[in-house]
């Protein structure tokens, strides 16, 4: 498969205290790499989690949203290839004999051991590959960051991580993560498999206020396709090795900080799956103030960025700005054309309902030959702001969708 120019390549990421990285081969498609990843944590490692908003959820969500309450972690394991969702009573039995194989050998409770799988519905994790690919994690060598990101990736064409730090009570905190995601993107939480990872100590249910907000900027305004999973899952976990005094509220030296990277954590991530859509050429930006509300104005973002139109537009590199005037109409959220205003990257095109006099399209023309497109718009009836990020729509996503199964 061949790689995104929209690629980034893999950042250095420090070892985080706490954490220990395995892979293994469970063999769940006809591919000769490895397909299970095993994260496993200290005593005392706290956890968070947003997940799909799906109404036909895997039996992996299911079970992490079960658990996720009582606020700690010894261990997750992620299956590449196998969604395992839409599997009924043989979905639920498959999870429930991954996290107690690995309770049994970490001897912890079965709750603290959080799942996550992606791939193809409605097929049923084998449980004899998992259990076998489990033993071979058990024994396997501590692995790399960009090995256990490349694990977890299905479509991907490239691994993705990202590293933030804060400083906390003259203590440094490190924020780590990996991410996969390209298709079937869509904001509903988000549309891909995350998982974060802090050396700070920090009480779960704090941890959990904190990833909810940096969520709702990050994951939650990404879309490649308007589709959302069934699979998705952001987990973030806390090992508290730092030695910083815990954070347990806003009020507390250094949250804001540590709020600060992760937010900055989880939109470097978000950024990585959209640049790795299927089929992707073009990054896109679109920016809608002015609207009644910002919630408002991110369902005006997002209509622009899930049209087809506007996003084939873009492929074609096409000044086509009636396309955002037609997705800003179908919204469903005050406006008023008299008032409307488009711009293309630095390039105001249309203002109160009309072209802009005298308007040029050369430097427009010439702002949709690069790799990040810049779109723009002014509703004109409030304070509302949003911000939400896309690609463009190619022939490639149709080939990958095409042949997904084979």
């Not at 490895?34 to 944590?41: A, K, M, N, S």
């Amino acid at each position: 498969m061949t790689t995104s120019p929209l690629a980034l390549p893999f950042p250095a990421i420090p070892e985080i205290a706490g954490v220990t990285r395995r892979i293994a081969r469970a063999r769940y498609k006809t591919w000769d790499r490895c397909d299970l990843t095993l994260l496993t944590f200290d005593e005392g490692t706290g956890i968070a989690g947003v997940l799909t908003q799906s109404k036909c959820p895997s039996s992996e969500v299911d079970w992490c949203r079960e658990h996720l309450a009582q606020g700690h972690a010894r261990a997750l394991v992620v299956s590449a290839g196998n969604a395992n969702a839409f599997t009924g009573r043989r979905g639920r039995a498959a999870v429930e004999a991954v996290t107690a194989k690995v309770a049994e050998q970490l001897h912890c409770p079965i709750e603290q051991v959080f799942v996550s799988a992606t791939g193809v519905i409605g097929v049923p994790l084998p449980i004899d590959k998992a259990e076998a690919g489990l033993d071979a994690a058990f024994s396997a060598a501590p692995c790399s960051w960009e090995e256990a990101a490349s694990t977890i990736m299905t479509t991907d064409t490239f691994t993705k991580g990202a590293v933030a730090t804060a400083t906390v009570g003259g203590r440094t905190i490190t924020l780590a993560g990996i991410i996969k995601g390209s298709g079937m993107i869509a904001p509903d939480m988000a549309t891909m498999l995350g998982y974060i990872f802090t050396d700070a100590a920090i009480d779960p249910a704090f941890l959990q206020t904190m990833l909810s907000a940096a969520n709702r900027q990050s994951f939650s305004c990404i879309t490649v396709d308007s589709d959302t999973s069934t699979s998705d899952t952001v987990l973030a976990f806390a090992t508290g090795k730092a030695g910083n005094a815990p954070l347990r509220s806003f009020d507390d030296v250094g949250a804001d900080a540590f709020q600060a990277a992760l937010a900055d954590l989880c939109r470097q991530l978000a950024l990585l799956v959209v640049r790795d859509g299927e089929g992707a050429q073009k990054l896109i930006e679109i920016t809608v103030e002015g609207a009644v509300s910002d919630e408002s104005a991110h369902r005006i973002a997002l209509s622009i960025a899930n049209s087809p139109l506007v996003k084939t537009a873009i492929a074609g590199e096409d000044a086509n700005w009636g396309r955002v005037v037609m997705a800003v109409g179908k919204a469903g959220e005050p406006a008023d054309r008299d008032r409307l205003a488009i711009r293309f990257g630095n390039t105001q095109v249309a203002r109160d309902g009309l072209p802009v006099e005298g308007y040029n399209e050369a430097p427009v023309a010439a702002h949709l030959k690069g790799s990040e497109i810049s779109i723009g718009v002014e509703i004109g009836l409030g304070t509302g702001r949003a911000t939400v990020w896309t690609c463009d729509l190619t022939h490639g996503y149709i080939s990958i969708n095409a042949d997904y199964r084979s």
